[in-house]
């Protein structure tokens, strides 16, 4: 019996990620590849950034920011877009910013339509949502974290222009996989 926790002791010594707990992160960077997606499979591009910041023992506060341009439906119609968010996570089971999270926050969207095809004669639009989540995060490697998440977008101010844009917007249940990396 000894032996078998002196052989631990010794692993856990050598290889201190794979035994030791690691402390939770206090802050987390990360890259939304969701606007690439979608601005790739609208024939367009798209990046988005988002940065968490541990503001108590269980609360945090994010913020993100993310840009996009893409064919809209309408002939020779593109939109550029900017995003922003707030959102505030509660964490109940531990001090970090790790393990089960519920968040809600709210975003805006300001959109720009250009091009060749029928422009309407206001070509600005915005669309304000607010989102219920729920996630789990979990470390994976030293500075990487794995973001499991669920939610709900409700959509508190429409677009006018085109209500076709509310396809890019994707108001409605959303669940996703995220890497997040932090220092």
């Excluded at 922003?84 to 999270?101: C, V």
Aim: aromatic share 16%; charged share 15%; with cysteine.
């Amino acid at each position: 019996m000894v032996r078998i926790f002196f052989i631990m002791f010794i692993f856990c010594t050598i290889t201190p990620p794979v035994c030791r707990a690691q402390t939770p992160p206090a802050s987390i960077f990360s890259l939304d590849l969701g606007y690439t997606l979608t601005g790739l499979t609208n024939n367009g591009w798209g990046l988005g950034v988002s940065y968490e910041q541990k503001i108590w023992d269980y609360l945090s506060v994010k913020g993100g920011f993310g840009h996009m341009t893409f064919l809209t439906s309408r002939e020779d119609v593109y939109c550029t877009s900017v995003h922003i968010s707030l959102f505030t996570n509660y964490y109940p089971f531990r001090g970090g910013i790790d393990k089960l999270y519920i968040g809600i926050g709210s975003g805006a969207d300001f959109m720009n339509y250009f091009g060749d095809g029928e422009l309407p004669d206001n070509s600005a639009d915005n669309v304000i949502h607010i989102t219920l989540i729920l996630g789990w995060k979990f470390l994976v490697w030293k500075h990487v974290m794995i973001d499991v998440s669920g939610g709900y977008k409700f959509i508190a101010v429409d677009a006018q222009n085109y209500k076709t844009i509310l396809d890019y917007i994707h108001p409605g249940v959303h669940f996703g996989i995220g890497i997040k990396i932090f220092l």
